[in-house]
């Protein structure tokens, strides 16, 4: 229960399931990547400007480094806090997903509506062994994922929301 | 009137091949294949002919001799089409099995399309001006699922059209049996009609109508002010001229002696001026009811009232009349009468709404004077809008997910936003703006009558209103093609 979200409270006292901690850690390699690329660039342009011949060119090079790093590690500060606030509960009819810090998002999606269950891992995901399991409802607003679940936890989220999903379903 | 006193019942139509009927439910259930009608072909290439006159004209209007040669370039395609057209007709069937109707299609990619009957959310037939020449319509079976494709039979003989709608509409409620012909004139039950002169009037004072005015109004400045710069200004703006002129078009077409019947198979729609269209939508199939109050019709009280169905309404390119899958049932009309259609879509819909509290017109000034919702134990209503008030009534049975909300001013604010999710990608419901403790209650609340709401869905207590078939009760739930179709649902 160590739950971070505004919403927990509408069902209390549940055992709410957390994504892998890796989840966290792969969050910051992705944004450890994204940083990289972006200083790469500063510093290969100002590189190039400075062969130019522009003069203080390298101080502001340096000023775009420091700015690149600096949205680098806010990033990353919004992502552990988004990557903490993600949770689900699976109820006897329906499975509450809830996530985000800045915008938080409770979605509650009935076994019953569920059309299918996909399970998806990127190549960063899977070094991690990690995959991303969502659900889809007739609608096309109501979009529940959970990312960063374990793949042997994810395959049993899906094998056991399809059986769910089989046994409750609606007709439209 | 005379067009849809021939759509709803076939001995008036005068086609002579609808005296003679073949013995009760033979056609259909005997599983035997059968063909459009041969003059198909020459319709669908009528259609392209209308489509090289349209840009034919816009060549001329702006081209000169450059348009006419690139018209007479055309005529070789024009053959080509009807070929084509030949071809698709000869290499098409259809029939039903086993509570599919197949169609058969395709000469080099043949194409095989089955669409299980229990999942039928519509069924529509249209009669585009040409065919009507001919007496023939089209009929459509929208299914489930945003991406599926429409089921098009086009074309067949009014009569046929007619009569195959009764019987699919029968196998889709689940009886076995099809009704007998002499019961087919269904007594429909008229509930609303739209004056003509109010639809015109209603179209000239809506937002495009204003839009097309303020176009003139600015060429004539352009006139005054500087007369060279009319003629470029002027050709350029033809496709624009068109397209409002299209949009209009359609709005009149559409909504041109609606007629809202009520009948044993479902709610019954009939509309059109030149293209005619007659809809049933079978009861316990809508997904939402959308009452929109324009800012320039509210002095006049008018409202128009939308009916959202699962499934596309008509399929990209061919010859979409309404590129939205929301339909008007009530083009425009009083409020009254819109109140009246919308005890009859959904019985017991309530009206009674809670204000958002003062404090949402922090977050959102536009909106915060329509901001209201309200429930009972089957249904959710929620008002919002900028300018347009638009009203939406959800059956509780129908919704797909539930979402709550927060954004940081909302926290601020002590606010929080319940968004209903229906099936179709058109409409969107949300409880805005709610105190975050009302919205908690009201989401659990909601899921708890979303979920007793389903169930009785799925286990009937009574069976369909229709007392003239001892038909069983549709079960959905288990029969109706989980194992065949499980995402087209």
């Known amino acids: 229960m160590s739950s971070t979200g505004p919403l927990t409270d509408l069902a209390p006292g549940e055992a709410w399931l957390h994504p892998s901690p890796r989840l966290a850690s792969m969050r910051r390699l992705e944004i450890a990547i994204a940083?990289?690329?972006g200083a790469l660039i500063v510093v290969a342009a100002t590189a190039a400007a400075a062969l130019a011949g522009s003069s203080g060119v390298i101080l502001a090079g340096i000023?775009?480094?420091?700015?690149?790093?600096?949205?680098?590690?806010?990033g990353d500060w919004f992502a552990q806090r988004r990557v903490r606030a993600w949770a689900y509960l699976e109820r006897d009819e329906d499975l509450l997903v809830q996530r985000g810090v800045m915008f938080s998002r409770l979605s509650v999606?009935?076994?019953g509506r569920m059309q299918f269950i996909d399970v998806v891992a990127g190549p960063i995901e899977r070094v991690y062994g990690l995959a991303t399991v969502r659900m889809h409802t007739a609608a096309a607003a109501s979009d529940a994922r959970i990312p960063g679940l374990p793949t042997d936890e994810a395959a049993r989220l899906r094998d056991h929301l399809a059986k769910l999903g089989e046994g409750k379903a609606a007709g439209l | 009137m005379d067009q849809t006193g021939g759509a709803s019942t076939p001995q008036e139509s005068g086609t002579p091949p609808d005296l003679g009927l073949p013995p009760p439910g033979a056609p259909l259930e005997s599983g035997t294949w059968h063909r459009l009608h041969p003059l198909s072909p020459v319709i669908r290439a009528g259609r392209v002919l209308l489509g090289l006159a349209a840009v034919a004209a816009g060549a001329l209007f702006s081209g000169g001799q450059e348009g006419r040669n690139g018209l007479l370039g055309r005529?070789?395609?024009l053959g080509i089409v009807i070929v084509i057209g030949v071809v698709a007709w000869l290499v098409t069937r259809w029939r039903i099995e086993g509570?599919?109707?197949?169609?058969?299609?395709g000469l080099i990619r043949r194409q095989s399309l089955r669409f299980p009957l229990k999942q039928i959310q519509a069924i529509d037939i249209v009669r585009p001006a040409l065919a009507r020449v001919f007496g023939l319509s089209e009929l459509r079976l929208r299914t489930g699922g945003s991406a599926g494709a429409a089921g098009r039979l086009a074309y067949l003989t009014a009569g046929e059209a007619e009569r195959y709608r009764i019987q699919l509409l029968a196998l889709a409620r689940g009886s076995s049996e099809v009704p007998?012909?002499?019961?087919?004139?269904?007594?429909d039950r008229g509930l609303v009609t739209v004056p003509v002169g109010r639809l015109v009037a209603s179209i000239l004072i809506s937002g495009i109508a204003v839009v097309a005015v303020v176009l003139l109004v600015a060429l004539i400045v352009v006139r005054a002010v500087a007369p060279a710069a009319v003629a470029p200004?002027?050709?350029?703006?033809?496709?624009?001229?068109?397209?409002l002129l299209t949009v209009l078009w359609r709005r009149l077409n559409g909504g041109f002696k609606l007629t809202v019947a009520d009948s044993p198979d479902g709610l019954r729609l009939s509309s059109g001026l030149l293209e005619t269209s007659a809809e049933t939508i079978p009861s316990g199939r809508i997904q939402a009811v959308e009452m929109i109050e324009p800012l320039l019709w509210r002095p006049l009280g008018w409202v128009r009232l939308e009916v959202d169905v699962a499934g596309r309404h008509r399929r990209e390119g061919e010859n979409a009349p309404e590129g939205h899958q929301l339909r008007a049932v009530l083009p425009v009309g009083t409020r009254e009468e819109a109140e009246r259609l919308l005890a009859h879509l959904l019985p017991e819909a309530p009206w009674e709404r809670s204000p958002a509290p003062r404090r949402a017109r922090f977050k959102s000034p536009l909106r915060y004077h329509n901001l209201a919702w309200g429930r009972n134990q089957r249904y959710a209503v929620t008002t919002t809008g900028r300018l347009a008030r638009v009203t939406s009534w959800i059956p509780l049975g129908k919704l797909q997910s539930?979402?709550?909300?927060?954004g940081p001013l909302q926290r601020r604010l002590q606010l929080a936003t319940i968004h209903l999710d229906t099936a179709g990608r058109n409409l969107h419901s949300a409880i805005r703006d709610r105190d975050s403790a009302e919205a908690r209650t009201a989401l659990s609340e909601l899921t708890e009558l979303a979920r007793v709401e389903r169930h009785s869905a799925n286990h009937p207590r009574s069976g369909p209103p229709t007392p003239d078939h001892a038909a069983p009760p549709p079960v959905e739930g288990e029969t109706a093609g989980r194992g065949a179709t499980p995402a087209g649902n």
């Open chain 2, 99 to 105: 509570g599919d109707l197949r169609i058969e299609t």
């Open chain 1, 63 to 74: 000023a775009a480094l420091v700015a690149v790093l600096a949205v680098g590690i806010l």
């Open chain 2, 75 to 77: 005529v070789p395609f």
């Open chain 2, 233 to 243: 200004i002027l050709g350029s703006s033809v496709p624009i001229g068109i397209g």
């Open chain 2, 402 to 406: 539930l979402r709550l909300v927060q």
């Open chain 1, 109 to 111: 999606v009935p076994y």
């Open chain 1, 35 to 37: 940083t990289g690329v």
């Open chain 2, 180 to 187: 007998l012909p002499g019961s087919l004139p269904a007594p």
